[in-house]
């Protein structure tokens, strides 16, 4: 099975900035596979970002999503205050381990 | 948008059979597939499977030899039975619609189920 490495970890920035998130698969994956969830505390996932760069139905164009082969990226162009959560990548039927954007 | 909500016991005991249950509103079984995952308290998601009303099921390989799923399209229903649970098996369980390409465009609210004697 596909590994997927999220990086980093944790994200410490401040509302108004630009938050890039990182999601490397240990092969190289299919574009057409790899999805972006957004989860926070107490709640289920919702997913963001499908097909690696497609937003989902009703999701900010202040999300992206790029990448092809093993890397991909998730970017926020300017945090709002409710983008501070976790956030997983999917390709397949594995998901990476999250990054979690906190307020610096 | 369809909804999902999960049934089923919140306490099982070791070496017994967890079952759930996710109950389909807003559209119909016979579409899509219908997945489950699950997450322990303060750790990532890990995915368990998929179904299709159709039959074919697709389960994570770690998991595979403990899972069954089913579909009952006359109450628009799935199902997840997972079998032999030990403490490691305890986590919100969520159910979910795959929008294609594996990508889970709609999630039911979770259940906690703990596995306990």
């Known amino acids: 099975e596909i590994v997927l490495t999220q990086s980093p970890g944790t994200l410490s920035l401040s509302p108004g900035e630009r938050a890039t998130l990182s999601c490397r698969a240990s092969?190289?994956?299919?574009?057409?596979?790899l999805a972006w969830y957004q989860q926070k505390s107490g709640q289920a996932p919702r997913l963001l970002i499908y097909?690696?760069?497609n937003r989902a139905t009703g999701i900010p164009d202040r999300f992206s999503g790029g990448g092809s082969g093993t890397d991909f990226t998730l970017t926020i162009s300017r945090l709002e205050p409710e983008d501070f959560a976790v956030y997983y990548c999917?390709?397949?039927?594995?998901f990476g381990g999250g990054t979690k954007v906190e307020i610096k | 948008q369809v909804q999902l909500q999960e049934s089923g016991p919140g306490l099982v005991k070791p070496s017994e059979t967890l079952s759930l249950t996710c109950t389909v509103s807003?559209?119909?079984?016979?579409?899509?597939?219908w997945t489950w995952i699950r997450q322990p308290a303060g750790k990532g998601l890990e995915y368990i499977g998929r179904?299709?009303?159709?039959?074919?099921?697709n389960y994570n390989p770690s998991l595979k030899s403990r899972v069954t799923m089913s579909v009952d399209t006359s109450k628009n229903q799935f199902s997840l039975k997972l079998s032999s649970v030990t403490a490691a098996d305890t986590a919100v369980y969520y159910c979910?619609?795959?929008?294609?390409?594996?990508?889970?465009?709609?999630w039911g609210q979770g259940s906690l189920v703990t596995v306990s004697s």
């Open positions: 979910a619609r795959e929008a294609g390409d594996y990508a889970l465009v709609d």
């Open positions: 179904i299709s009303a159709s039959g074919p099921t």
């Open positions: 807003g559209g119909s079984i016979n579409n899509y597939y």
């Open positions: 092969q190289s994956v299919s574009s057409s596979y």
């Open positions: 097909g690696a760069s």
């Open positions: 999917q390709q397949y039927r594995t």
